[in-house]
């Protein structure tokens, strides 16, 4: 029996409406009262092709998807070819056997099949094909019990802006749906029990608008981007939402011009930002060196997705930390850090501003596919808590020329700031080596002062990075690192291993450069095994890790480079069978607890 | 309007240019504009590329910005965007403009921001010990093309001409009256405006020198009849074989890309962060 912890997919040809439908029921799920995650699984195209939704619902917050698909909703036998593996036995398909039939080798006998005839009734009874989403979400509400009321009040909140014929025929959609499950079938499948609780007040949030939102609220007030999956999302919300707050947004003619404009927006003291992914980092390493050696605070979201080169443009991976931390020629000082959870991402963005402006440095935002294009339910975020510290910044007043040196040596190597327009500040800044009043030389003793005030900056800020997260128990023999999408997969795996009887300790890492590595040595004292769970081939984290605490025979790689997130059993099976334990009783390994 | 001396624009910083490099002429007719216009050190932002003419930024009193190769366009753009109360001055050579930066210079036409580029064309790379440039003759031999330069030149006005270009002219380092009224008028022009400046590099290009250009050069808009808002007129001068039209060849109004872009009055850059907080958090009522 499992309560209240559901995965619904919603697999057809991209255009078909899943979205929109899997983002109606995670609305529903929503108002029930459950947690929920979503992950997209497009293919890089806009018209067919296969394409599913996971709409995952369960109790706990900032989880990530479940071990295995409870329900899949099959717009065509694509879906069920690509998917009946992921089932989870005792699931079930809905199938619109309108114009294909189940071929027997995929019928899978431990999973119930509902067949029914979708698009059919959507064009008989309804007049438009199209509403065959809906008559599905109908069909899904009433085999997993969601509360009719809801569906309909978050069916006509959806379809309000397409006027009140849209809205009835979709409310009949669902009725036709609900009917022919009640008419066609004997109750419902067992096993899934969702109880409705309280909504409160909550959000359900993307991760790149929980970006982009912390952006604006930090006092970013320029964007440059060029558009790139899975980045883009953060470049269009700000579009719409930065000239409303007197700043400006601008579609670049690629990442080249994406990352200077955004320096020279910096240089000329707005709080600026561009959004890339992979293949428009490569193309900004150049201009990442220039921030570096001018000091320009600029921040920088990677929305990361699989390479190399254009790799698979819509799935996630974690493959780009090594770029981000050692990119470019020269040596740079530089902060990555990366949001863990939705909420994490809407406050770490507006971390980032600051640690830029204080430190005068370019600091990354590292987010992936699996996170930054999911959603994810959260209590409402606190905006008047975050807190704006621009630094040394000298954006009025006056200064004496001649007096005032850009560059200056100080204590903790960040310099005050003039911006342009400061009567007396007037200066070069050069991307060729300089002096503290910013004229180009390469005098040796100056060279070696310049290179340790600027790499000094990340002695000086480390009490000023994000911490790591510490999960689980902390003495436990078993410990995890992780950073990411991967830290909800991994928290429920802490979480239902020690239901099982086998305690584990996590460690979510927040900041990945300057390495944290005093957290990571203290977190690794007295463990038996260490694992490091990461979306990448040759172990990008765990080579950081093993610099740390040396090459142990207890450290493992759990690795996964498929383009796919993890799923918490993989966890739990890479961590029983390496340390040779079972669970007190195999049933724990459910996902109840 | 304070009154103003070219001298008010010189820096400390000793120039690392060759002795009768071209670009001197360019420096001291952009200090003089710059003095006649009566503009402020403090308010000039002055953003330039690599190469030797890229050394410009060094040489000018003024908020100056010496950044990649070939990306001083898309800085220059966003500098005026952050602070569109500043004037807002691009510089470089050919390879700077015209190769590594082509792209960048095709928006920056197209996007017709107020900022002034100043293209310094020696129609070689200094910098680097002589090789062809994006200007360089056809058969021009030089280190990496011994055998002469298999390109055709590039001709960079007609480029921007046929990319929406609202302003271009084209001087002679060697005549600095002339070289002085087009800078002004490209700053005072509202929106993009470029200024192409034949600049001799007299350690390398030994074709294209003070003499070849004296020959070769024409002060084509003081011709009778020239109208610089005719834009098929414009073409025909930049493109005509012959010699080198000089002048203020092309002259357009059409909106800035601040105003296009809706940009408010107030530089973007003076917008009070600590306001709208209670608008920032009623923005959430989306995602209930």
Redesign the interface.
Known sequence: MIVNSVEVMFGGQAGDGSLTTGDLIAGVFKRMGLEVYTYKDFPSRIRGGHTNYVIRASTHADYGMADAVDALVAFDLEAVQAHIDEMRPGGFIVFDNTSETVPDELRRGDVTWYEIPLAKIAKEELGLELVRNTISLGVLGALIGMDPDVVRHDVRGVYARKGEKVVDLNVRAIEAGERFVIENFAGRPSGYGLTAGADG?????MGN?AIA?GA??A?C??M?GYPITPATDVLEWMSK?L????????Q???E???I??????A??????MTATSGPGQSLMT??IG?AGV?EIPVVVVECARTGPSTGMPTKTEQSNLNHLIYSGHGEIPRVVIAPGTVRESFELTATAFNLAEKYQLPVFVLTEQALCQSKATLA??D??AVE?DRGKLI?GGEVTFGEYKRFAFTEDGVSPRV??????????????EHNDAG??TENARNRARMMEKRMGKLVAMRDDLPRAVLHGVADADIAILGYGANRGPIAEAVQRLAAGGVLTRFLQLRTLWPFPEDDIREFVRGAQHVFVVENNYTGQLMQLVRAVVGPLDALHGVRKYDGRPFRPIEVIESVLDTCGLALHAPGDIAEAI | MAVMSPKDFA?A?PSWWCPGCGDYGVLSALKQALAELGK??????F?SG?GCSGKI??YL????????H??AL??????K???R??TVIAAGGDGDGYAIGA??F??AVRRNPDVTYIVMDNQTYGLTKGQSSPTSATGYVASVSPDGNPDTPLNGLALALAAGATFLARGFSAQPKQMVAMIKAAIEHRGFSIVEVMSPCVTYNKINTYAWFKENVEDYTATEGYAPNDRVAAFRALTRDGDIPLGIIFKDERPTFEDR????E?P????D??A??A???S??AA??
């Open positions: 007040d909550r959000l359900i949030m608008d939102y604006l609220v006092g007030r320029f440059a939402q000239p409303k707050f007197g700043g400006v947004v601008v670049a003619e690629d080249l011009a994406a200077t404009m955004t320096l020279g927006a240089f000329t003291g707005v709080r600026a150049e201009a220039l001018l409402p975020l905006v008047g704006i954006a911006i342009p327009g400061v009567p007396g500040g007037m200066h070069l800044a050069p991307g060729s004229v180009i | 820096t910083t402020q050190p403090k308010d000039v932002a953003i690599i930024s060094g009193h003024s908020y100056a910005f010496h950044g990649v070939g990306r898309p800085v220059a753009t966003a500098v965007l952050a602070n109360d500043l792209g960048h095709v928006h872009t809706g940009l408010p107030t973007v850059a003076h917008v962060l600590g709208s907080r608008d920032l958090a923005m959430q995602y209930r």
